[in-house]
Nanobody
């Protein structure tokens, strides 16, 4: 079992930056690829970014590429999402997720554990 707890969300203005954190506990953190997903009001959950078990491979969806960066610190059992140049359309609940695979995927069904989410609201 892995427990995930997100933090760092909040209300910011367009163009601002924010860093989300997801602290993991339970089984060895480095056994899991990690990802961030988000879900806006009335929208389906969408993939944002993922990072391999040891952080050597990371991928970002096109809409955030160049603005968001996923990273992880296995010594701290924490995954991060550094968000910059935020836009109102980035407003959503952001979830971290863990997959028992080396690279993870863009498919939410491939993830075994989920956090409770943290709200990010970007005002125009």
């Amino acid at each position: 079992q892995v427990q995930l707890v997100e933090s760092g969300g909040g209300l910011v203005q367009a163009g601002d930056s924010l860093r989300l954190s997801c602290a993991a506990s339970g089984r060895s953190f480095s056994d899991y690829a990690m990802a961030w997903f988000r879900q806006g009001l009335g929208r389906e959950r969408e993939y944002v970014a993922r990072i391999s078990r040891h952080g050597f491979n990371r991928y970002h969806t096109a809409s955030v590429r160049g603005r968001f960066i996923i990273s992880r610190d296995n010594a701290k059992s924490t995954v991060y999402l550094q968000m910059s140049s935020l836009k109102p359309e980035d407003t959503a609940v952001y979830y971290c997720a863990a997959a028992s695979s080396r690279y993870g995927s863009e498919n939410a069904k491939d993830y075994d554990y989920w956090g409770q989410g943290t709200q990010v609201t970007v005002s125009s």
